[in-house]
């Protein structure tokens, strides 16, 4: 009987290690995943990545939808604030910060924003910053994590006019 009491116990133990490292590591490993990716697409930190309209074939953003337009920006805050600016486009739009434990700790979208075009420092944990002017404040809970843009395509005929208000959005180091 203490054999097997033994045995359970032991089981109990390695399966609640695993799942706390799962836990811990996962996040992690999909954002190193994502940083490599990124590499190979030429892509580099601090810069916003507008990808096409998504097709069958299109994978540069996970679980990509075909009715939306995307904008990345993997950031790195440890030598400076990021400022983010993007104009509305008269449909659904959403800017979402993910932190480098894939944490979702921000999301603005067109219904909330409060000036066109939308304005936003993003600063590193524990970072001062100069006067904002008139941007929004965000602190990040990392240095180094990921900004992504949404744009609904409402109409196929606005595919044009909504690429060209995408591209005008970007994200660069401030100061």
Not at 17 to 44: C, E, N, Q, Y
Not at 104 to 112: L, T
């Amino acid at each position: 009987m203490r054999r097997w009491l033994y045995r359970i116990l032991a089981t109990l133990v390695l399966a609640a290690v695993f799942h706390v490292l799962t836990v811990m590591a996962f996040p992690r490993v999909i954002m190193v995943a994502f940083d490599s990716k990124s590499k190979d697409l030429g892509w580099v930190p601090n810069v916003l990545h507008h990808s096409p309209r998504v097709t069958a074939n299109s994978r540069s953003t996970p679980r990509p939808s075909p009715d939306l337009l995307y904008s990345m920006c993997s950031y790195d805050l440890s030598k400076a604030p990021l400022r983010i600016s993007a104009s509305m486009p008269g449909t659904y739009w959403s800017l979402s910060f993910f932190a480098s434990n894939t944490d979702n700790f921000f999301v603005i979208n067109d219904r909330e924003v409060k000036t066109n075009p939308v304005d936003i420092l993003l600063v590193g944990p524990g970072t001062s910053y100069k006067n904002p002017g008139n941007a929004q404040v965000v602190t990040s809970p990392s240095s180094k994590g990921v900004a992504l843009i949404r744009i609904l395509i409402t109409d196929d005929n606005r595919i044009e006019e909504l690429t060209a208000i995408q591209k005008q959005a970007f994200c660069r180091p401030e100061g």
